[in-house]
């Protein structure tokens, strides 16, 4: 017998990943079998699952929590943006097509039957499967094509505990306006309520969460404060990268619009000789940074314009004079050539752009996307890294013949001659601490963690968090058979 339930959110942002992954960790460690489930994501973040397709970062953070392996099931719908109104489609790890905003709205019956079937296999085996939600329910204007939210959870016949956040203001309004607005059917399916991200003292809302009850007739299941910790679990959402003040090493990141696959950035950050800054659009490349990052990117090509647009090439020229190095991964890789042709035009009309030359490299854009987890060494040290690829094109050059990195004796990556500026496909490399602490000690800084260790750590920190303050018993009740 499985049980399920679906936790959403009473707004965008309220914590539901996070929350998620704490409930799975929990009810593992009291023994029970657990997975999870997000019928649709949008996030340019992915992961490779072993099957080599693709998921949401979340998903695959919460796999971890939940102890099992990741698998394309656990995200069935995967959006990624690559412009205000577009978006690459994934469906079960796999790219389906392109489409904008309106003709995505008219596939949701379309999708809805591979998410379903996505939902049988994730529940096959498990005590208890754990859905999140996606924005929030009360969008009802979206609800005639919903498989996020409420859509979902008609079709599954589950339960829905809302999340509201206290932290942005207004958490009363987000329960019971939710209530206020949705259908008695699918108000029908919210079975209690709980309340995230509260600082302070926990008794000063004991009124507010009766008021709550009386209004909704949901019973309450905690509120759960703040967790100090949440920042060193890998981020979803480009909004919630921040700079991190930390120890000499200065590394310099620009926040490019298309961001893709930021997770690179997590252990960095964890770092205590590390100083993470984001560099926002607007504001130069600092003149001190030790390391100049430059991410994976969505759409490769609009994000080395936007690069361009923001003075970030001359800043960047100046900062390898000064004798400052600078890392290219995936499409930052791909920038920092000395060109992109893109003559099947795989991400726009431009078919071919001048890429910033620091690297003596050219990229091929192809319409195949690569996926896989790769295991490779790191050549200066022999250290081991367990990584993945998620790109499109290929990229070659003088500079190639430099490599940093060895994929089962294939060299892999390009180092420049003066041999402070490097690019690669290979996401995840930071993860491993012997690359991590070799790489550091490269820029005058020194590594003091053990990340995998440590990753687990907080989220056993957070299940501890989470059953002191949430009840669990009640969570289990409240979720159906299936």
């Not at 958490?171 to 509260?198: E, M, R």
Request: charged share 20%; with cysteine; aromatic share 4%.
């Amino acid at each position: 017998m499985t049980r399920a339930i679906m936790i959403q959110g009473a707004g965008s942002n309220v914590g539901k990943s996070m929350i998620v992954a704490g409930c799975l960790r929990a009810l593992r460690n009291r023994g029970l079998s657990v997975r999870p489930l997000k019928p649709q994501n949008m996030s340019n973040n992915a992961a490779v699952t072993p099957e080599g397709g693709e998921i949401g970062r979340a998903q695959f953070v919460q796999a971890r929590a939940a102890g099992v392996p990741a698998h394309t099931d656990m995200n069935p719908v995967l959006l990624k943006p690559e412009s205000e109104t577009g978006a690459q489609i994934i469906l079960q790890g796999k790219r389906l097509d392109r489409q904008d905003a309106r003709a995505y709205a008219a596939s949701r019956d379309r999708l809805l039957v591979p998410v379903m079937e996505s939902f049988r296999r994730v529940c096959t085996g498990a005590d208890v499967v754990i859905v999140e939600g996606a924005g929030s329910p009360a969008e009802i204007n979206l609800r005639d094509r919903d498989i996020a939210n409420m859509g979902f959870a008609e079709a599954a016949n589950i339960p829905v505990l809302l999340l509201g956040d206290i932290d942005r203001g207004g958490v009363i309004a987000q329960i019971v306006g939710t209530q206020a607005v949705l259908s008695p059917s699918d108000a029908a399916h919210i079975k209690g309520f709980a309340i995230n991200k509260f600082r302070g003292d926990l008794s000063l809302f004991d009124d507010g969460v009766t008021a709550i009850e009386n209004r909704t007739g949901w019973p309450g299941l905690g509120v759960i404060p703040w967790f100090d910790n949440a920042w060193r679990l890998p981020a979803e959402d480009m909004l919630d990268l921040t700079s991190r003040p930390g120890g000499p090493v200065k590394v310099a990141v620009p926040h490019l619009p298309r961001m893709a696959n930021f997770d690179d950035l997590d252990p960095l950050s964890a770092e205590p000789d590390i100083t993470l800054e984001i560099i926002p659009p607007g504001r130069p490349l600092p003149g001190d940074a030790q390391l100049v990052l430059i991410p994976g990117s969505k759409s490769t090509i609009a994000d080395l314009e936007f690069f361009r647009a923001q003075g970030w090439h001359i800043d960047l020229e100046a900062h390898v004079r000064r004798g400052g190095h600078v890392l290219g991964l995936c499409g930052g890789y791909q920038m920092l050539g000395n060109e992109i042709a893109d003559p099947e035009g795989v991400e726009g009309t431009k078919r071919h752009v001048t890429g910033l030359g620091l690297l003596n490299v050219a990229t091929v854009m192809q319409p195949k996307k690569h996926l896989s987890q790769t295991r490779a060494t790191y050549i200066p040290t022999g250290a081991k890294v367990n990584g993945y690829e998620i790109h499109l094109g290929q990229t070659d050059g003088p500079d190639c013949g430099r490599p940093w990195l060895d994929v089962d004796g294939t060299p892999h990556g390009a180092t420049s001659v003066n041999g402070r500026v490097r690019g690669c496909y290979l996401h995840g490399l930071f993860t491993s601490d012997g690359l991590r602490k070799a790489y550091l000690s490269d820029l005058g800084g020194s590594s003091a963690i053990a990340y995998e260790t440590e990753l687990d750590e907080v989220l056993d920190e957070l299940a501890a968090h989470i059953e002191k303050h949430m009840d669990i018993n009640k969570l289990i009740d409240i979720s159906g058979e299936v």
